[in-house]
Structures are given as C-alpha cells and as structure tokens.
C-alpha cells in the first residue's frame, strides 16, 4: 500500500494519465478516423500528452483549489 503522505501525487499522476487517455483519443481520432493506423498513432501520442499533463496537473491544481474557493461560499 502507498502511504497517504503520496496522496496527492498519486491523485494527479491518475488524473492526469486518465485524462491524457481520452484527449488523446479523441484528438488522434479526429486528426485520423478510425482506420487501422488509429491505435498504433494514439498508443503513440499518449505517453507525450501524459508526460505534458502530469506537471500541469501539478502545478495548476493548488492554483485551481484557491480560485475554486474564492468562487464558491464558506460557511
């Protein structure tokens, strides 16, 4: 088990490999269609969107959780 200290690296290397995941489909998907070079174009592309969306999801998330908070009410 990974300890909870790890929590929120753990929470945006997911984050960021499942939504790197999905755009990376969608925008190979686009760009090619559906033929028989998608898969091997987006199984190649992912690792770079992921690679690029890690850090950012690290860097811009406590940015977000303060604007997130000043955009919302406390009680």
Do not use: D, K, N, Y
Not at 23 to 51: D, Y
């Amino acid at each position: 088990m990974i300890p909870a200290r790890f929590a929120p690296l753990l929470f945006a290397l997911l984050l960021s490999g499942v939504m790197s995941l999905g755009l990376s489909a969608l925008s190979t998907a686009r760009l090619l269609g559906l033929g028989e070079s998608f898969l091997r174009s987006w199984l190649l592309s992912w690792p770079l969107a992921w690679l690029f969306a890690f850090p950012s999801v690290l860097l811009l998330a406590p940015l977000i959780r303060r604007l997130v908070q000043g955009l919302t009410l406390q009680h």
